[in-house]
């Protein structure tokens, strides 16, 4: 008699053993992208900025906050050092970026907030600001400084730039505030409001607005207003080619140019130049008097030529006086030893 068939069958393997062996492993990749662009981007950033303090022997405390892909905020900056720049705090940096800005190479927005700036010029230059080692990086470095400015200006046109409440303090000598700066996004002007200083004599120096163009031929400021008798107007630097700018003292015009190299070039373009006008700015209790309507220094030709009439000083008085003269030492003088 023939034995019953067996109907029963082998139950095939469950699918969960192969989707557990993926599902894992995924979950350890995810947090571990997770971990990259926040935590460990924040602790590996850290520490590149304490290691580049300590180097040029700077410490302090910082707060920072962001992601690998949406950029970084550091707050609560107190940073001191002993050479040259004494301290520095500020409220708030924020870079902001996206990954497609960083495939670019081009930031989102730049926002400053709240910096204080102490500098000593007496202090001992150390780390960045030593001489030797600042000439070290400058010989071996092949980047022109046309190259530098153009990278930088890649990274921060595209940016949306404010700069709010920034103060540098020069210890025994001045102090400097910068009520804004503010940039919109792909534009190349930028806009400084309520600049404010101190001159040599303690008076209030006020700019109250500059616009700056940064295009690919250079820079270019409008005006800087330093008080109701004299500012400077149209200033023009192309890097590494020339630089010139307008001096307007009390509605007089001097121009000043120069090619950055060994030809440099001071005229009066006005009709006169008051004397007594120029002597109010340096020292106005030197009573003095006439009009300059003739100025020209050139260093290319070493040519000086000046004109003055109606020259009054104290008790003595010139009706007109002239100088004109072909000199070496005005020849090319900042190529000298």
Request: glycine share 6%.
């Amino acid at each position: 008699m023939p034995l019953p068939e067996d109907k029963t069958k082998e139950s095939p393997e469950p699918h969960w053993h192969w989707r557990r062996r993926l599902f894992y492993p995924f979950v350890i990749i995810v947090g571990l992208l997770i971990w990259v662009n926040g935590p460990g981007f924040r602790w590996g950033l850290e520490k590149i900025i304490l290691q580049k303090l300590a180097a040029e022997n700077f410490s302090g405390n910082f707060v920072l906050e962001g992601t690998a892909l949406s950029g970084i905020s550091i707050r609560e900056i107190s940073i001191n050092g002993k050479s040259t720049i004494q301290s520095i705090e500020s409220d708030l940096i924020k870079i902001e970026w996206s990954l497609g800005s960083l495939i670019d190479m081009e930031l989102e927005s730049i926002a400053l907030n709240g910096i204080h700036i102490i500098i000593d010029p007496e202090a001992p230059k150390a780390g960045i600001f030593s001489g030797d080692q600042g000439q070290e990086r400058a010989s071996n470095s092949k980047t022109s400084l046309t190259e530098v400015l153009g990278l930088i200006k890649g990274f921060i046109q595209p940016a949306e730039i404010s700069i709010i409440g920034l103060k540098v303090e020069v210890e025994n000598m001045t102090e400097v505030s910068l009520g804004s700066l503010t940039h919109s996004a792909g534009e190349s002007y930028y806009l400084i409001s309520d600049l404010q200083s101190r001159d040599h004599l303690n008076r209030n120096i006020y700019n109250p607005e500059s616009i700056v163009t940064w295009n690919q031929d250079g820079f270019f400021i409008n005006q800087i207003t330093l008080n109701s008798q004299l500012a400077i107007q149209d200033i023009f630097f192309k890097p590494e080619k020339s630089a010139s700018m307008v001096i307007s003292v009390a509605g007089s015009k001097v121009l000043a140019e120069s090619d950055l190299k060994s030809s440099h070039r001071i005229s009066l373009e006005s009709p006169s130049l008051s004397i007594s006008s120029l002597i109010e700015l340096a020292k106005p209790d030197l009573e003095s008097a006439g009009e300059i309507t003739k100025l020209e220094i050139n260093t290319s030709t070493g040519s000086v030529a000046l004109e003055a009439c109606d020259l009054r000083y104290e008790d003595q008085e010139i009706s007109h006086a002239s100088i004109a003269a072909i000199t070496e030492d005005l020849l090319s003088p900042f190529e000298k030893p």
